[in-house]
């Protein structure tokens, strides 16, 4: 389930929207994605565009970890 919400989470899902599709508390969606590297994103930050969807995709084929996919800038 954690590759998962870490997908999702990278492809522009809410913590809140993860939250509610499995039935977690959004602080436990947070610590799952921090535990493993992923940088949250602010409440209000933007959601990645369809070419930054296709590059983290490509990238992640290309054998990318899905924690050094969260740490980009």
Request: glycine content about 10%; cysteine-free; overall charge positive.
């Amino acid at each position: 389930m954690a590759k998962k919400i870490f997908e999702q989470y990278l492809a522009g899902a809410s913590g809140y929207q993860l939250a509610k599709a499995y039935g977690l508390r959004r602080n436990t969606v947070r610590d799952v994605l921090r535990r493993n590297g992923i940088e949250l994103r602010e409440g209000n930050a933007r959601r990645l565009t369809d070419q930054q969807k296709q590059q983290i995709r490509a990238r992640r084929v290309g054998g990318e970890k899905l924690a050094e996919l969260g740490r980009v800038s």
